[in-house]
Each structure stands twice: as C-alpha cells, then as structure tokens.
C-alpha cells in the first residue's frame, strides 16, 4: 500500500505559475507509474500527466502540453506538476494517483490517489 499527499496548490492569477508536490509514502514499490488528474466542478475527472519511476516516459494531455511539466525526485518519492500559463479554465482539484506495474490511461486500475489539492486560477 501506498498513501499520496498533494501540496502546492492555491489562488493564483492567469498568466501565473503553480507547482504541485505529490510525496508517497508506505510501501515501496520498485517500479509503478503516476499521474496527475484534475477535476472541475461539474465535469468528469481528466488525466493531465503521468511518468513512469523508472524511465523518463512522460504524457501530456493536449489540454495542458507545452504548459504543464511532470517531473519526479526519486530519492524523496516526490512528483511534481510544474503549471505555467495558468489559465481560468484551469481552475479545479487536481489529484495524484499511483499504478504498479501497469500504464496509466485513464482513472481506471490505480491503486492509490491522493487527498487532492484546490487550484484556482482569477481571470
């Protein structure tokens, strides 16, 4: 088992930056996937990013590519989502989420998210 805690979120203007932390912490794992989702009020659930432990491979939804940056720090069991650019639009809950041994497509088959952490971004 492995427990995700986000940090990092908060209000910011559009035009501004935010990165967010994901620290794990529990059971180690010696290879699994993660991601961030984000969630808006009154919409379903979107994959934004994720990256393997292992490896650099890294995906981006079309939403956010060119603007957002997945990232980790392996010695602190740390993921982070870099946001620039932020936009109104942007605003919701935005949630890590953890797979072992598998790729991460959508919110289906994880096996641990975090408590989420609030982004609001002003126009």
């Known amino acids: 088992q492995v427990q995700l805690v986000e940090s990092g979120g908060g209000l910011v203007q559009a035009g501004g930056s935010l990165r967010l932390s994901c620290a794990a912490s529990g059971r180690t794992f010696s290879s699994y996937a993660m991601a961030w989702f984000r969630q808006a009020p009154g919409k379903e659930r979107e994959l934004l990013a994720t990256?393997?432990?292992?490896?650099?491979?890294?995906y981006y939804a079309d939403s956010v590519k060119g603007r957002f940056t997945i990232s980790r720090d392996n010695a602190k069991n740390t993921v982070y989502l870099q946001m620039n650019s932020l936009k109104p639009e942007d605003t919701a809950v935005y949630y890590c989420?953890?797979?072992?041994?598998?790729?991460?497509?959508?919110?289906?088959?994880?096996?641990?998210w975090g408590q989420g952490t609030l982004v609001t971004v002003s126009s």
């Open positions: 990256i393997r432990w292992s490896g650099g491979s890294t």
């Open positions: 989420a953890a797979r072992r041994w598998g790729t991460i497509v959508d919110g289906s088959g994880l096996d641990a």
